[in-house]
C-alpha cells in the first residue's frame, strides 16, 4: 500500500512522526522510533526562555536574587527546569541527524521578536531538514489585542523565513477568534506547514494548600474532533501542508485525519504510553483499512472529507451545534 505523503516539501514514506515531546531527547528512543517506521522525527521545542537565560546570564542573576521577595522566581523558570541548554539542544540536532536517515524537525517555542530567533539559523546549520514554530502564548494583559496577539506571530514567521531556508511549520492554538484569516496572514508571511494543534496544560488548585498545581493528562481520541473540524476548514483553501497533533491513538484517527486534510500526523501520547513500537502498529492498521476499503493510496483518500468535499459541509459550522444540541434526549 502506498502511504507517501509531502510535507513541507519533504518526501515522506507515510504520514506517521512522533511529535514534539521528550521522546527525542534519547537517541536510542529515537533510533527505535525510526526502526518502527516514523516518517520524521519532531524534536522537543528549544524555548525562548531558555535562549534569553544564557543570552543574558540570567542564572547567575536569579540564584543571587531569588529570595529577594516572592515574585523573582516566576522572571524565569530555574536551570534544572530544561532538560538541554541551546547548546545542548544544537548538538542533539546534529546527533539525531547522523543517527537516523529520516528527516529530523527541530522545535522552536517562542512569543516575541528578538535575537532568539537566529536560533533558527543555527538549527539548520546544524542539520535539521525543517523548523516547527510553536507560538505558545497565554495573553493575561487585558490591554493587548487580538490583533497585537497575532501581527507577532506573523512577524516572527516572517523574521524566521528570512534567515533560514529550510521549510517552517507554525503549530497553533485553536483560540484565535479568525482562524482562517490568521492562517492565510501566516501563509502570506511564509509558512509552509501549519500545526493543529498545541496542547495547553492547564494547572489545576490544591484547594488545602492554596496553591496552584502543575497537571499532565495525556491526550485521548476524544481530543481529536477539534482538530478533525478545522483540518476539514483550512484544507484545500490555504497552501501551506497541514498536519494534526493531539488526539491522535489508533489508525482510525489517523484515517480521520487524512479525510479532513492532514498531510502528517503527529503521535506523542501513544507513544509515551505503548512505546516507540506502537507507531509499527498504527502502520500497519492503517494499511490494512486502505486495503480492505479500496483505496489505491494515502494520497487517494486525503481531503476527501474536508469542507471543500463533504457532502455535509453544515457538519463542521453552525448547523451542527444547533442539530446536536436540540437533539440530545434524556
Do not use: C
Amino acid at each position: 500500500m502506498d502511504l507517501s505523503t509531502t510535507y513541507l516539501g519533504l518526501k515522506l514514506a507515510s504520514p506517521l512522526m512522533p511529535g514534539a515531546s521528550p521522546l527525542a531527547t534519547d537517541l536510542d528512543t529515537v533510533r527505535r522510533l525510526e526502526d518502527a517506521g516514523a516518517a520524521a522525527i519532531v524534536m522537543n521545542s528549544l524555548f525562548e526562555e531558555q535562549i534569553a537565560m544564557e543570552q543574558a546570564a540570567a542564572i547567575e542573576h536569579e540564584d543571587a536574587h531569588a529570595e529577594s521577595f516572592a515574585e523573582a522566581t516566576s522572571y524565569f523558570p530555574r536551570p534544572e527546569a530544561y532538560r538541554l541548554g541551546p547548546d545542548d539542544y544544537l548538538a542533539l540536532i546534529a546527533r539525531i541527524k547522523a543517527a537516523v536517515k529520516v528527516p529530523v524537525i527541530a522545535s522552536l517555542n517562542g512569543v516575541t521578536r528578538g535575537g532568539w530567533l537566529t536560533y533558527a539559523r543555527q538549527m539548520q546549520q546544524a542539520g535539521a531538514d525543517a523548523l516547527e514554530l510553536n507560538v505558545y502564548y497565554l495573553p493575561t494583559d487585558p490591554t493587548v489585542t487580538a490583533e497585537q496577539v497575532e501581527g507577532a506571530a506573523v512577524e516572527m514567521v516572517r523574521e524566521i523565513k528570512r534567515i533560514i531556508t529550510v521549510p517552517v511549520a507554525v503549530k497553533l492554538a485553536p483560540f484565535y477568534s479568525s482562524l482562517p484569516n490568521f492562517a492565510h496572514r501566516l501563509e502570506a508571511a511564509g509558512a509552509d506547514g501549519l500545526v493543529l494543534f498545541n496542547r495547553f496544560y492547564q494547572p489545576d488548585i490544591d484547594v488545602e494548600q492554596l496553591e496552584a498545581m502543575r497537571t499532565l493528562h495525556l491526550s485521548t481520541s476524544a481530543e481529536l474532533n477539534l482538530r478533525l473540524r478545522w483540518l476539514a476548514i483550512l484544507s484545500g483553501r490555504v497552501r501551506p501542508a497541514l498536519a494534526v497533533s493531539g488526539g491522535v491513538h489508533t489508525a482510525t484517527d489517523v484515517v480521520k485525519a487524512v479525510m479532513a486534510g492532514a498531510h502528517a500526523v503527529q503521535v506523542v501520547s501513544a507513544l509515551l504510553q505503548k512505546g516507540p513500537a506502537y507507531l509499527r502498529q498504527l502502520r500497519e492498521e492503517l494499511s490494512r483499512w486502505l486495503e480492505e476499503h479500496e483505496y489505491e493510496s494515502l494520497g487517494q483518500m486525503r481531503g476527501s472529507m474536508n469542507l471543500v468535499k463533504s457532502p455535509d459541509p453544515d457538519a463542521y459550522e453552525r448547523a451542527n451545534y444547533i442539530q446536536v444540541l436540540q437533539g440530545w434526549k434524556a
